[in-house]
T-cell receptor, first 109, second 113 residues
Framework: QKEVEQNSGPLSVPEGAIASLNCTYS??????FFWYRQYSGKSPELIMS????GDKEDGRFTAQLNKASQYVSLLIRDSQPSDSATYLC?????????FGKGTRLSVIA | DAGVIQSPRHEVTEMGQEVTLRCKPI?????LFWYRQTMMRGLELLIY????????DSGMPEDRFSAKMPNASFSTLKIQPSEPRDSAVYFC???????????FGPGTRLLVL
């Protein structure tokens, strides 16, 4: 049974701070990793995808992947109240995505 | 492209009634996925199709649930008979290839009384 684990939160950070979201996965051969953001009452939307070890930056977002330790993280710099949402980690190999249950982030103005 | 389209957006029905949810994937996407999301269980994959063929329906909770994809632009998820524990948000998603980004529709909020 492939599993993706996330701390459910809520994770509260002040506006302007760095928010750090973490995810661990059980399937060592996983190859594709995704972070989705889901606002309350809305559908998940893709923020970042990462396939190789290391960091990938896109604006205020940085995804970090460590396959040896089987974790992937998402850093949000200069957090804004509009970043308040649930962040879902998703992982796959040759099967469809397996989603974590998400971490709820609250950015306090 | 309009993105993934789902209908209805909201459905309220009584226990025992048949419910049909509909999905139109993004044009050109070969994969279509049906998910169910609840607070307790998170986002669960129910079934997925590749080129209109069901590949894995192991996530379908019971025989009361069935899904079809008669053509590349349309899929249905049917619950018959519906039960209160089926109340959830049902999402449809599509992707070009299995390992690639999935794009989600707006979801159908189902409430079974």
């Amino acid at each position: 049974q492939k599993e993706v684990e996330q701390n459910s939160g809520p994770l509260s950070v002040p506006e302007g701070a760095i928010a750090s979201l973490n995810c661990t996965y059980s399937d060592r051969v996983s190859q594709s990793f995704f972070w989705y953001r889901q606002y309350s009452g809305k559908s998940p939307e893709l923020i970042m995808s990462i396939y190789s070890n290391g960091d990938k930056e896109d604006g205020r977002f940085t995804a970090q992947l460590n396959k040896a330790s089987q974790y992937v993280s998402l850093l949000i710099r200069d957090s804004q109240p509009s970043d308040s949402a649930t962040y879902l980690c998703a992982v796959n190999e040759d099967t469809p995505l397996v989603f974590g249950k998400g971490t709820r982030l609250s950015v306090i103005a | 492209d309009a993105g993934v389209i789902q209908s209805p957006r909201h459905e309220v029905t009584e226990m025992g009634q048949e419910v049909t949810l509909r999905c139109k994937p993004i044009s050109g996407h070969d994969y279509l996925f049906w998910y169910r999301q609840t607070m307790m269980r998170g986002l669960e994959l129910l079934i997925y199709f590749n080129n209109n063929v069901p590949i894995d329906d192991s996530g379908m909770p019971e025989d009361r649930f069935s899904a079809k994809m008669p053509n590349a632009s349309f899929s249905t998820l049917k619950i018959q008979p519906s039960e209160p524990r089926d109340s959830a948000v049902y999402f449809c998603a599509s992707s070009l290839r299995q390992q690639e980004t999935q794009y989600f529709g707006p979801g159908t909020r189902l409430l079974v009384l």
